[in-house]
């Protein structure tokens, strides 16, 4: 008698602890799903194209963005841009979309080999940045152009090429930049992802490129 009762108790305990375990995990936004979901891929090779699984991808660089310095993006001083401004700002947000599908074709190639892997991923966060700003104009994002990509012999190579190209970006920013100063907000943009690309970007590009 006494070993039933202990048995039955054993097994409300057991049931007890499941059930614990059950809520915890519906709380923490798990399940069957959890650790591997947000893994979405499918960036093509020309540029951030969306698609079925790209919305875990771009809520991740969302949530990456909301988190970082476009938290604290300045207020709009204008409800309406200059064409000229706009027709900059796109060309930033095409400029980011090319280097998105150079480095997919370079992953493609030589598989996830850094720095590509990570500056792709910083891309990504700069695209959603000037959209964000698209989405505060009324500004229509446009199609994601096909791009001509390169192979490359090594990635070596293909790191000495990133190198000249972000340099060359430094004009693009520099003409922003001075176009941008009525607007604090694209002005804001505009400096943090310079900085990006001068400090972060250039540097792991000469690092791999020896």
């Given at each position: 008698m006494n070993t039933k009762r202990s048995f039955i108790a054993l097994f409300a305990l057991v049931?007890?602890?499941a059930l614990g375990i059950s809520v915890a995990a519906a709380q923490n936004g798990c399940g069957n799903n959890c650790g591997n979901g947000g893994n979405g891929n499918g960036q093509g090779n020309n540029?951030?194209?969306?698609?079925?699984?790209?919305?875990?991808?771009?809520?991740?660089?969302?949530?990456?963005?909301?988190?970082?310095?476009?938290?604290?993006?300045?207020?709009?001083?204008?409800?309406?841009?200059p064409e000229a401004v706009v027709a900059l700002m796109v060309d930033g947000w095409t400029d980011e979309q090319?280097?998105?599908?150079?480095?997919?074709?370079v992953i493609d190639q030589f598989g996830t080999?850094?720095?590509?892997?990570?500056?792709?991923?910083?891309?990504?966060?700069?695209?959603?940045?000037?959209?964000?700003?698209f989405d505060r104009y009324g500004i229509v994002v446009p199609e994601v152009?096909?791009?001509?990509?390169?192979?490359?012999?090594?990635?070596?190579?293909?790191?000495?090429?990133?190198?000249?190209?972000?340099?060359t970006n430094f004009?693009?920013?520099?003409?922003?930049?001075?176009?941008?100063?009525?607007?604090?907000?694209?002005?804001?943009?505009?400096q943090n992802l310079r900085a990006a690309s001068e400090f972060n970007h250039l540097r792991a590009f000469e690092n791999c490129a020896g």
């Open positions: 049931v007890i602890f540029g951030y194209q969306g698609g079925r699984n790209d919305d875990a991808q771009r809520g991740n660089a969302n949530s990456r963005m909301n988190g970082g310095y476009m938290m604290s993006l300045p207020s709009a001083a204008v409800d309406e841009l090319h280097a998105y599908a150079v480095y997919s074709a080999v850094r720095p590509f892997t990570n500056i792709q991923r910083s891309e990504l966060r700069h695209i959603t940045a000037w959209e964000t700003l152009p096909t791009f001509d990509l390169p192979t490359f012999a090594t990635v070596n190579d293909a790191c000495t090429v990133g190198v000249a190209a972000e340099i004009d693009l920013y520099d003409a922003m930049l001075a176009a941008f100063e009525p607007y604090p907000d694209l002005t804001y943009v505009a």
